[in-house]
């Protein structure tokens, strides 16, 4: 069945639009206006980019040759599910009723794109790259809507920390494990992965720096960084994006309007519906 | 030896679905690789999959069916929504954005990714696949006979609502309702004023129906959806879809029925929102039964045919479905096929496909298709989940566990063909256990209060506890329509029942499906089992052992039944 009214989807991915400060996985960077508290849309956004997040893990453990590595990828995910379990959660009491969670818009939002996840688009180390940059990003945000989210429900800001507390103690246990037995450099990544998981920021910079070649490390972390800004400058334009965007709609809504009867397609009628002529045109 | 692809996509549920040497082989949704449900756009990944698996090949693919007429489509609606373009300016501004990314970029896209020749490339019209995949699930000995096809969809090219009939290779259109005069459009206006996703929520709402009143019925027969004779009209000033892309109803509509729902704070049947909603689902309810009833009995009154089918979006309503074949005369063969939507649509596309390439018909029994669990991810099983028992060995503790409570996962080669779980991808326990059957509904799948679990059984427990329809029995295999249960229904089963007393039975007679021989031995102990899909809610149901693990641990289910033994989840430390 074609609805095109896409409602609810459309809606909020166009309320999100002006609000977005990230295009990407895991990127949950995003101005506020200081005393308006946490926004619906803006718990949305958390959810959403938890829930791209998870994609983005799972669909590695799924391509990743590495055992090891595919377990750590697979927690990962199940890390950033619980997440964006506890932001639905969050708003499902929010005062906009209207705004809810919809696993489309991690793509219609500009989130993720499915055609091709990150994990197929960079390398190993870039990608751990990324998600340190953008973790880092992450650990900042959640650090400064703490006080949000205890105005906006004191038990809810509790479910948050024992999150947090229950995987940096998970995460400590393994981080220990793994540089105890010396590690493997697929060991390390996923040790990285995680700990950016945990907004361990400073520890995936010292991962990063073991790696053999330092220049080549400090490269791709500069341009992981550079494009995350680059992404939210973008993402932050939304409001000028729009305005050409309208005037672009309008400037070819007015050329149309006089040959409104021409685009109107003729019917035909009691035709074998098993043409192969017509089969050919899109009409 | 060579290939039709039939393709759906770019407004939900991506498909394609796959012949080699005119036979049906694979049909596999986008969502099932991206893991989000719903997926639209061009099917990508599943095209890639198809295309190493099968090493497909300019040379090897006959042909290519897309499932629409997308130029229809556009021109349609972009031309309504020029009539009043200052109001509609929302919605021409997607249009005109869909012009450039929509299914008018299919062929050139296709051709990115599978190297063919553009006389390969072929469209059929929209309802005519929905016709069509309904047809290749009919009955062979009267598939090449009349029929007569109702198609119920939102909007497909420029049709809502459509009779197409066929007799062997010949087709055409003996009805049709024209956009904007949509049943579905104005069931999905319910379902967004309800407060549920659009193309997503219909069956919560269908669900509703059971516990509110048809108190809005008529004045939406009088009103909202004019009905008269076989046909419809929407008075549009109720509706906003032919104006903008980001609400179904008017301000008139909210003027008449109030703040639009919200189900977020709802909490008990009590609620006065949830009362709201109720009343709403239940008229809109009795409106598409009424509708459907007329349309289909004016049909097969006016032209003879040997069986009819019903399919399209709304078709999905298996409440609506159950009553329609109970009101019919009981010789009329009624076929609603297993996915009766978009997705569905990609297997009347390789029909299309296979009539023009050879002038025969496309015809399967089989449910299950692709799914296979890729071999590269076997080592799961082993890290991730301890073996308890090896197939030959694991009979006594499944019924052990099922008999006492257990929740239990399976996962077997091949995958439901439409959206119901059909146990190779389902999570069951007894139905006779109702505080499991509690725990599975409100704790483990976090469903909403009001939404009942389907249960499966024997043919044998289905005639003797369910009202069937004799002619239209096929239908039960993949879950296409409620029964009303018997007045002898065991109360010790009532948690498979919903509140109106039907329930959409899965009837298995596939005896050599591990859950048929399971219900065997179970036989008198637990005749019905509960059959609710195996995915975490919002997610799209799983298609490999790694979606098994994630989706198990978040699920909280321990055991995972498959055709290489019973295992338990490893939990993470």
Known sequence: ?283 | MTFILGISGYFHDSSICLLKDGEFIEFLKEEEFTRIKGSKGFPVRALKYLINEYALTHETVDLVVFYEKPLKGWTTRTTQSLRTPKKSFKLLSHQLKEFWNGPLGFASKLRKILKISEDKIKYAPHHFSHALSALTFVEKDIAGKPMLHFVFDGVGDDNCQSIIFTHSTNASVVFEEKFPNSLGLFYSTITDFCGFLVNEGEYKLMGLAAFGKPIYADFMLQNILRHSGHRIRLDLAWFDFTHTPERSFSDKFISKFGQPISFKKVRTAEDEDFVRAANLAKSVQVVVETVIQSLVEWGVNKYECAGITITGGVAQNSLAMGNLIRHLPPHIVVTIPPSPGDSGAAIGAAHFGKVLASNQLLHTNKLYFGGQPQPSHFNILDTMFERVSAPNEMDIIIDELLIGGEIICTFFSGKEIGPRALCNRSIICSANNVSTVAKLNSKIKKREFFRPLAPVMLPETAEQFFHLSESSKKNYLWMALTAKAKDNFPPQYSAALHADKTARIQILDNKDHYIFKTLVRLKDKVDILINTSFNVSGDPIVHDFIDCYTNMERLGVEYLVTETGLFKIICPE
């Not at chain 1, 650090?143 to 809810?156: G, L, P, W």
């Not at chain 1, 509790?158 to 220990?176: R, V």
């Open chain 1, 1 to 283: 069945m074609h609805t095109f009214a896409i409602t609810n989807t459309v809606l909020i991915s166009n309320s999100l639009k002006g609000k977005v400060r990230c295009l990407m996985f895991k990127t949950t960077s995003m101005s506020r206006s200081k005393n308006s508290g946490l926004t619906a849309e803006q718990i949305l956004q958390f959810s959403l980019a938890e829930f791209s997040s998870a994609i983005e893990m799972i669909q590695a453990a799924k391509m990743v040759e590495d055992h090891k590595l595919q377990k750590g990828f697979i927690h990962h995910a199940l890390d950033e599910y619980k997440h964006t379990n506890f932001f639905i959660g969050l708003l499902s009491k929010a005062e906009n009723k209207r705004v809810v969670f919809d696993p489309r818009l991690i793509v219609s939002a500009n989130f993720i794109k499915p055609e091709r996840f990150l994990f197929e688009q960079v390398s190993l180390v870039h990608f751990a790259a990324f998600i340190a940059t953008n973790e880092a990003n992450a650990l900042k945000i959640f650090t400064s809507i703490r006080d949000e989210v205890k105005k906006f429900d004191e038990n809810a800001l509790n479910k948050l920390d024992l999150i947090i507390t229950e995987e940096t103690e998970h995460l400590m246990a393994m981080e220990q494990e793994k540089f105890m037995s010396g590690g493997d450099e697929a060991n390390f990544f996923y040790d990285t992965l995680l700990q950016d998981e945990m907004r361990h920021v400073e520890f995936s910079s010292r991962f990063l720096k073991k790696q053999p070649s330092k220049g080549y490390i400090k490269i791709i972390r500069l341009k992981s960084s550079v494009a995350t800004r680059f992404r939210h400058l973008w993402a932050s334009q939304q409001t000028f994006r729009n305005i050409i965007d309208k005037t672009i709609s309008v400037f070819v809504v007015l050329l149309l309007l006089p040959f409104r009867s021409t685009i109107e397609l003729p019917s035909k009628k009691n035709k074998n519906l098993y043409c192969n002529l017509s089969a050919r045109n899109m009409i």
